[in-house]
């Protein structure tokens, strides 16, 4: 699978690189009267023009080539390519950091008029990310306009510059400024879904798609030149705005995706190769476009070059996750191999190779926008499965809590499950505790064995008859627990007992006697119960069990426990005290009932 998705990310970039050498820089409805360079050169900072005109050899015609390490960029626009049309009084072209722009009009004697400008001097347009500057007067003499360009940070400043004879050269219609201003809009909604993701399901990833999404708004707002409608920006600014964007989109990128894929989807050293790329991104490119003075205009290279790491590795690791069947990769393959074949051809083109139509920018600007819809569709996917595996935890550990409160033979309760919430069970009203055991029960597994013993414990387990006022428990083996509340609770108790032998022996057919049961009873008020720990009445209950097992079985003993104040030594004084009640009350057993 993977391979093929690599066959297709190479073959748009192929088919991207051949329409950026084939087409013009801006398109025509864009720039209208839109003059190419006929030739470019490159020099030393003080070579004149006088002399670069006196060496033909310098000067490359007919190239796509713009990389080159000499400091001073050289284009000529000849008269012939304006002859006919309207006179050019515009140069346009991309936005860059550079030392100082200098203009030509060379006249037919060899003279020339010059025009220096500095980057406060020229303009941002409207429009893409480029600016425009003034030319020197232009007149039937005028044979050529030369452009020097002094250490520029982009070679895109050369390769993509063309002279227009419209004033408001650069400035998209306002019916195009619109449309990207709804893009950029467009992406306020992803921004506040993952937001309130966020809030319910608290997913690192869901904050680095967030991040995400305001660095790729700050890029469409900036490289469309929308930015220049509401800030006086000058154009080295805007340059490094323009730069740092798109590199901490970058960087974002691979934070984002280290944390979104599933975690069977990566190797550990996979996702924190994706970190150290996000980090190299951040450190090179983001503070080569913040122009440091420690560093040149030759750093522009390693601006171009220090993307290609993050590029690298983050396509292997949605390589890897394919492999791995990820089912979250899948939405970001989708979402992120148009903007990986945009990004990879403005890093070659960064370096200088060839220069772009602008249409290859604007489908970058729509690319982003489908990237946060579908990774936005991708990071709703993937809350949804930590949702189902949320709740499928809980349902685990539901059937676990259940299975270790419940005996796996009857269904009942366990001790497990009533010790700790015994207290709280007095104090809802179960007063009575009632432990029953089977008479003479190892002769039924001794004589017709175990398997029948045990359908003789499920048979017991539902004669018992639990319900909401009835807590029925097994405690091991033939011993159950029941706990009774509300009216007539030992009347209740005893008739369940009573009932057993004839349940036991229709439930159970083939038994050559009756199988009865002993029973120990304690029962006394809620709070009187609840001041008695569970050990302690199972205790007396056990006790009390024994004598009715003693009696000759099939019987049940109970006892009654009452409250009393322990410092009562006087009426008067014991009275003051339960009417303060400060005293703590205490049980013990009042009076003992046979049954």
């Known amino acids: 699978m993977a391979p093929r998705y690599i066959t297709r990310m190479l073959a748009w970039l192929a088919m991207l690189v051949a329409l950026a050498c084939a087409g013009p820089a801006f398109a025509d409805e864009d720039l209208p009267g839109a003059i190419q360079p006929t030739c470019h050169a490159f020099s030393p900072i003080d070579t004149t023009y006088a002399e670069l005109a006196a060496d033909p050899a310098a000067w490359t015609c007919n190239s ?19 002859r006919g049309q309207g006179v050019p009084v515009m140069l346009v072209t991309r936005v860059t950091k ?17 025009l220096g400008l500095s980057p406060d001097e020229v303009t941002p347009r409207a429009g893409r990310s480029v600016f425009s500057a003034r030319l020197p007067p232009i007149d039937a003499d005028t044979v050529a306009l030369v452009v020097r360009v002094e250490r520029p940070w982009n070679a895109a400043v050369l390769s993509d510059a063309r002279l227009s004879s419209d004033p408001a050269a650069g400035d998209w219609p306002i019916v195009k400024l619109v449309m990207f201003g709804i893009l950029a809009g467009m992406l ?26 305001v660095a790729m708004m700050g890029y469409v707002i900036s490289f469309t030149g929308l930015i220049v409608l ?40 996979t996702r924190n190769a994706l970190r150290v790329a996000s980090l190299i991104v951040l450190l090179v490119p983001g503070i080569i476009t913040l122009h440091p003075p420690f560093l040149d205009y030759r750093s522009h290279q390693l601006y171009s070059l220090g993307f290609l790491p993050a590029l690298a590795v983050y396509i292997f690791a949605m390589i890897e996750a394919l492999r791995r069947r990820s089912r979250s990769v899948k939405f970001i393959l989708v979402a992120w191999s148009p903007i990986l074949v945009l990004g990879a051809e403005r890093i070659l083109r960064g370096l200088g190779f060839y220069g772009a139509p602008s249409l290859i920018d604007e489908l970058l600007y729509v690319a982003l926008v489908v990237e946060v819809v579908i990774s936005a569709m991708g990071v709703a996917d993937r809350m949804m499965s930590f949702r189902e595996q949320r709740d499928s935890a809980r349902t685990r550990a539901q059937v676990l809590e259940t299975l270790a409160e419940h005996d796996p033979l009857t269904g009942l309760l366990n001790r497990r499950a009533i010790e700790p919430r015994f207290r709280e069970l007095c ?71 009573q009932m057993l032998p004839r349940h036991i022996a229709q439930e159970v057919p ?26 302690d009445l199972y205790s007396r209950a056990d006790k009390l ?26 009426r008067r004084a014991t009275e003051r005290r339960k ?17």
């Open 579 to 595: 009417q303060d009640r400060r005293s703590s009350p205490a049980a013990r057993p009042a009076r003992s009932e046979r049954a």
């Open 427 to 497: 104090e809802e009203g179960f007063g009575t505790y009632a432990l029953l055991d089977l008479d003479h029960f190892k002769a039924i597994n001794d004589r017709y064995g175990h398997a029948v013993g045990d359908e003789v414990l499920r048979a017991v387990a539902r004669g018992l008859s639990p319900n909401e006022d009835t807590l029925v428990m097994r405690l091991g083996g033939e011993e159950f627990l029941i706990l009774l509340r509300g009216p007539n609770a030992r009347a209740r108790a005893e008739q369940r007992r």
């Open 98 to 114: 550079f030392d100082r722009l200098s203009i030509f009009a060379v006249q037919a004697d060899g003279t020339t008029q010059a």
């Open 64 to 82: 796509i080539h713009w990389k080159d390490p000499l400091p001073a960029g050289w284009l000529r626009f000849d008269a012939s390519e304006w």
């Open 230 to 269: 509401f800030a006086d920006l000058n154009v080295v600014t805007l340059a490094k705005i323009n730069g740092f964007s798109l590199a901490l989109m970058a960087a974002l990128a691979g934070l984002f995706l280290a944390d979104f894929l599933e975690e069977q989807a990566l190797s550990p050293f």
């Open 188 to 213: 306020f909604a992803p921004l506040i879904f993952d937001l309130a993701l966020y809030a319910v399901l608290r997913q690192r990833f869901v904050l680095w798609h967030a991040a995400l999404v």
């Open 545 to 570: 069990l024994y004598e009715a097992k003693q009696a000759g079985r099939n019987r049940t003993i109970g006892e009654k426990l009452t409250l009393f104040n322990t410092h009562g030594k006087e």
């Open 510 to 535: 083939g038994l050559d006697r009756l199988v009865t049961a002993s029973m120990g009873l304690v029962e006394g008020p809620p709070a009187a119960m609840a001041a008695s720990s569970f050990k």
